[in-house]
């Protein structure tokens, strides 16, 4: 299983970005989705998750109410749509992928290679 992430950049406090995160190799819908997050001498944090039909969704407390993560089956990509950033948003994200929802959010099996963010005061 192959994950390929993009769709960061820099951006200004208040603005708005699209991550996405294509997977190959492996059959999607078999597969959690999450979104993780390292900032500059910080340990890597989850971000969200969502199972594999999208109709169950998880996120950490900074994002909730900003970040929506959501899932094309069709496409074999998952999105996280992030609204009103902040500078506390800059990272390096990345994507993972696991077969059980509940590592998916703790220890994921597979690992995109990350797409940074920053975020401008």
């Known amino acids: 299983v192959q994950l390929q992430a993009s769709g960061g950049g820099l951006v200004q406090t208040g603005d708005s970005l699209r991550l996405s995160c294509a997977l190959s190799?492996?059959?999607?819908?078999?597969?959690?989705m999450g979104w993780f997050r390292q900032a500059p001498g910080e340990e890597r944090e989850f971000v969200a998750a969502?199972?594999?039909?999208?109709?169950?969704?998880y996120y950490t407390d900074s994002a909730k109410g900003r970040f929506t993560i959501s899932r094309d089956n069709a496409k074999n990509t998952v999105y996280l749509q992030m609204n009103i950033l902040k500078p506390e948003d800059t990272a390096i994200y990345f994507c993972?992928?696991?077969?059980?929802?509940?590592?998916?959010?703790?220890?994921?099996?597979?690992w995109g290679q990350g797409t940074l963010v920053t975020v401008s005061s």
């Open positions: 190799g492996g059959t999607f819908r078999m597969y959690h």
């Open positions: 969502i199972n594999w039909n999208g109709d169950t969704t």
């Open positions: 993972a992928a696991d077969a059980n929802i509940q590592d998916v959010r703790i220890r994921p099996d597979h």
